[in-house]
């Protein structure tokens, strides 16, 4: 087998193939226009496209595709091969660099909100060529920005770039304050952590829940969880091990930077995490890699599940998006250097963040709001809803001096003083992680905790990038009319900590006291569900801030409002209609096949001996009996009130009666399921139990 360093990056036409495949010029001049967004001539175009072209072709690919990032959550792409007409009646192939740039594929087809009616159909793919172009099923996949015909964002992609370029801009101004003239770009680079459940593909088959939902609908516990901590971190099964290498190899061919596999607390579930790389980068191959995932299982005779709650009753899986700033010249700016400057620059960078997630914290709960990950959050297992910063015990108390204007002891240094004495030099681990936390200082990086582990980390990372940059537009613009720099920077940096402190708990994020804190002493929000947090996207400030950035249009907004809760309604609706059908055409029919077979049993006995009470088969029957009859009438009920959702126009009141009422039924319809479950002889029941499920991989 080869060696890693030599297929790594294989299937990629990343900056080695283009240097070696481009002539010195127009290789030059791409750099330009990745590098610092110079405008690609149409000339060098068409070269990068035939070279493109080339390379695919020796590499097996037919068709080439833009592929993009619509507000399904997922990928799309249209292919189209390389074949045009010879004279002499053969093909030759042929890429122009019109067909690189813009594609042009069915807006009306994609979710947008509104933004383009049903007969509006035109839409336009654009090149990013800041996301290296690879090969996929023999296609070559250009990654492209998505929007429709009057130029409205119809993607996660193009407000994604838009932020990033606003957090760019605004940084640049403060690190220009600091006298760094050598930066010239700051990019937010991201290392998403993938949590997954990998599940056997016969028994997943015979779920129709599993098949149409992504998640159980109905299961009870099986008589061994998590509960003796033994799949953490434990021996990697064989079959589990062999998907894991032929994972790895798959993504190493497309420069997908895996580093870390290891099993997660939950039976059957595991996790991958990546190194970092810049953010639109890092969203890319996210999305691949889920999608690769998958793939790879199937050839493995798995299904690997991303839903945020494939099962009730153990973990579920998130998305930990471990987030910082990188200067093009290779500097963290969320790690503290040697010297003063050094050390203000980093905490002025640091109080940007602790009062953008403050000022901003709905627009990162609704970056993470939908129907899966409402099971999630707070259950125990993930952060709770309610958005906080956990900093750790040293940099909090080197807040607090600073805050007060009081000496800072500790064994490294004395007394702080922005910009006149140097400042602890923090070590990596000062102190424990949280993993309560929704949003932690992890030594260099923030690890945003509450995606769930279908999100695009795209939705996140506009929403963290924007408010950033909202927080360091208001410190330059003081900054720069400051007379005297350092006392304004440490009165910038005071008043950030005093403004805004109540963002800061080290504590247990689970802990039902930190909740009524949070809300009734803090006055932070708590936003249990979907449709309770999605409505603050239209707040005043929000709108305010995202459009002042351009990271979006008002009417942009409008459709994400519409998109978001549209979703979150026909997913709960598609579960609801799924645990119906499975009740009465599955359930029911299994639980009175047994309930019949023991009354005949007992009706048996009698005659063998007269007089026998039958007391364990008559009980039996007269509990499950007790139990069709619940069974039918909650999905009654639950059938009853999805219908009534219909009527309802306004998609916010529509979300409203399903998170009020739906949702109520579908747990009122799920108990008598589970507890027939529990007393029905195995081979009546149906479909693969949580116990099959969840240990059936060995």
């Known amino acids: 087998m080869a060696a890693v360093s030599e297929y790594f990056g294989s299937l990629v036409f990343d900056d080695r193939v283009m240097k070696a495949n481009l002539p010195a010029g127009v290789y030059q001049s791409l750099r330009r226009t990745i590098d610092q967004g110079a405008k690609l001539d149409i000339g060098v175009a068409n070269a990068v496209a035939n070279a493109m072209k080339d390379w695919a072709v020796a590499q097996g690919a037919t068709h080439f595709t833009h592929w993009f990032q619509p507000l399904t959550g997922i990928t799309a792409e249209k292919h189209d091969s390389f074949i045009s007409p010879a004279p002499d009646g053969g093909v ?23 933004l383009r009616a049903t007969f509006e159909a035109r839409g336009y793919t654009a090149w990013d060529p800041t996301s290296y172009a690879f090969i ?40 220009r304050l600091f006298g760094n003239d050598t930066a010239k770009r700051v990019s937010p680079c991201v290392g998403p ?134 200067t093009d010249t290779g500097v963290n700016l969320l790690s503290p250097g040697d010297t003063p400057y050094e050390n203000a620059q980093f905490l002025l960078f640091l109080c940007a963040v602790i009062q953008a997630v403050d000022d901003y914290q709905d627009l990162l709960r609704i970056a993470v709001a939908t129907a899966g990950n409402d099971h999630r959050l707070g259950a125990n297992e993930a952060p709770p809803a ?48 949280n993993r309560t936390s929704p949003f932690a200082f992890t030594g260099n990086k923030f690890e945003f905790r509450m995606l769930g582990s279908a999100n695009s980390i795209a939705c996140a990372n506009i929403m963290l990038n924007s408010a950033v940059a909202e927080s360091l537009k208001l410190y330059a613009d003081q900054l720069e009319e400051a007379e005297d720099f350092p006392a304004a920077l440490q009165a910038v940096i005071r008043r950030t900590i005093q403004a805004h402190k109540r963002i800061i ?95 005949r049993t007992a009706a048996a006995k009698r005659e063998l001996v007269p007089g026998c009470p039958c007391a364990y088969e008559t009980g039996l029957v007269k509990k499950l009996s007790a139990l069709t009859g619940q069974i039918a009438a ?25 998170r009020d009422g739906v949702l109520a039924k579908m747990s009122q319809l799920r108990l008598p399921c589970d507890e027939a479950e529990t007393l029905t002889a195995k081979q009546y029941w149906p479909f693969p139990t949580y116990g099959d499920l969840l240990f059936g991989v060995r």
């Open 386 to 433: 309610v958005v906080s910063i956990f900093l750790g015990d040293e940099l909090a108390a080197i807040l607090g001096c600073i805050e007060h204007d009081a000496p800072y002891t500790s064994i490294d240094t004395g007394k702080v003083r922005l910009g006149v004495d140097v400042l602890p030099k923090f070590r990596r681990d000062t102190t424990d992680r």
């Open 505 to 599: 708990f080290n504590g247990n994020g689970y802990d039902q006291s930190w909740i009524r804190e949070a809300t009734q002493q803090r006055g932070l929000l708590n936003c249990p569900t979907t449709p309770d947090c999605v409505p603050h996207l239209l707040d005043g400030k929000n709108v305010a801030m995202l459009t002042a950035h351009k990271v979006y249009t008002r009417a942009e907004l409008v459709s994400r409002y519409e998109v978001t809760l549209e979703n979150y309604c026909k997913t709960i609706v598609i579960e609801a209609n799924t645990m119906v059908d499975m009740a009465r055409t599955e359930i029911l029919p299994a639980v009175q096949a047994f309930a019949g077979d023991i009354a």
């Open 92 to 114: 030759i192939m042929e890429f122009s660099g019109k067909e690189l740039i813009q594609g042009e594929p069915d807006a009306s087809s994609f979710p947008s909100g509104g």
């Open 193 to 326: 952590e993938q949590e997954y459940f990998l599940v056997d593909a016969a028994l997943y088959e015979r779920r129709r829940d599993l098949r149409f939902t992504g998640r159980t609908l109905f299961g009870a516990k099986p008589p061994k969880g998590q509960e003796m901590d033994d799949h953490y971190f434990g021996a990697i099964k064989p079959r589990v091990a062999a998907f894991m290498e032929d994972l790895n190899q798959e993504l190493w061919k497309l420069g997908i930077l895996a580093k870390t596999q290891h099993n997660e607390v939950a039976p059957a579930q595991h996790e991958l995490a990546p190194v970092y790389t810049t953010n639109n980068i890092a969203t890319d191959h996210n999305q691949l890699t889920m999608e690769i995932m998958q793939k790879t299982a199937a050839r493995h005779g798995l299904v690997c599940l991303l839903h945020e709650k494939p099962f009730a009753g153990v973990n579920g899986s998130g998305k930990h998006n471990n987030w910082s700033l990188a």
């Open 136 to 175: 996929k099923d023999k296609t070559l996949c250009i990654p492209t920005a998505f929007c429709g015909y009057n130029g409205e964002a119809l993607d996660k992609k193009t407000p994604l770039l838009r932020s990033m370029e606003a957090l760019n801009k605004q940084a640049l101004r403060i690190l």
């Open 634 to 658: 909650q999905a009654e009920e639950l059938e009853r009130a999805t219908a009534e959702l219909a009527s309802i126009e306004d998609i916010g009141r529509r979300a409203e009666a399903i």
